[in-house]
């Protein structure tokens, strides 16, 4: 099973900016889809955005032109840039890989803006 190890999340202020990375420990490239989730204190998990292997990409509406996603395969690592951030954007971010049907999820990294 390829494990997914987030890094990169800290303390911001609002307004700043913040690079997540997710380092699989085999090919990216195997997978169908590669994604950022983000679970918010007390509140549900949530889709932030999503790349295809063939570079599809999926925004959440309250991150579209703030983040980016972006992925490198001969690094087998996904990124993402966060702009402008804000303290919604307060949250544990996960990443998720899927092949084949299966999923699998990272540890998270802890994300916190102040204002």
């Known amino acids: 099973q390829v494990q997914l190890v987030e890094s990169g999340g800290g303390l911001v202020q609002a307004g700043g900016s913040l690079s997540l990375s997710c380092a699989a420990s085999?090919?990216?490239?195997?997978?169908?889809?590669m994604a950022w989730y983000r679970q918010p204190p007390g509140k549900q998990r949530e889709l932030v955005a999503a790349?295809?292997?063939?570079?599809?990409?999926n925004y959440a509406r309250s991150v579209k032109g703030r983040f980016i996603i972006s992925k490198d395969n001969r690094k087998n690592t996904v990124y993402l840039q966060m702009n402008s951030l804000k303290p919604d954007d307060t949250a544990v971010y996960y990443c998720?890989?899927?092949?084949?049907?299966?999923?699998?999820w990272g540890q998270g990294t802890q994300v916190t803006v102040s204002s």
């Open positions: 790349i295809t292997n063939v570079g599809i990409i």
């Open positions: 998720q890989g899927v092949r084949s049907g299966v999923t699998s």
């Open positions: 085999g090919s990216i490239f195997s997978f169908n889809a």
